[in-house]
């Protein structure tokens, strides 16, 4: 079975970076697409940055400041992460899509403080 392990999460002043990691295990097949998303409490899981084979798409609310990259056998994927904002304190989760099947990670909690 696939699993996503995410790692890197922690507390960051504001203005500061930290760079997020998803391990991919299980699946001998690449996938298609990889994708980084983040939920803060009493709100919607939303897009954070996403990677496929045509390029790689931010939200208004990451795009220059996030970037997304993975490594060539799709077995890591990572989310640098600069000039964070308080706004930014959320459980951030990998995803990845293999053969139409989606796949979550339990996420790592990132908390940016003032």
């Known amino acids: 079975q696939v699993q996503l392990v995410e790692s890197g999460g922690g507390l960051v002043q504001a203005g500061g970076s930290l760079r997020l990691s998803c391990a991919v295990s299980g699946s001998r097949f690449h996938n298609t697409y990889m994708g980084w998303y983040r939920q803060a409490p009493g709100k919607e899981r939303e897009l954070v940055a996403e990677i496929g084979s045509g390029g790689t798409n931010y939200p208004a609310s990451t795009e220059g400041r996030f970037i997304i990259s993975r490594d060539s056998a799709y077995s890591k994927m990572f989310l640098r992460m600069n000039s964070l904002q308080p706004e930014d304190t959320a459980v951030y989760y990998c995803?990845?899509?293999?053969?139409?099947?989606?796949?979550w990670g339990k996420g790592t909690l990132v908390t940016v403080s003032s």
């Open positions: 995803y990845i899509k293999l053969s139409g099947v989606g796949y």
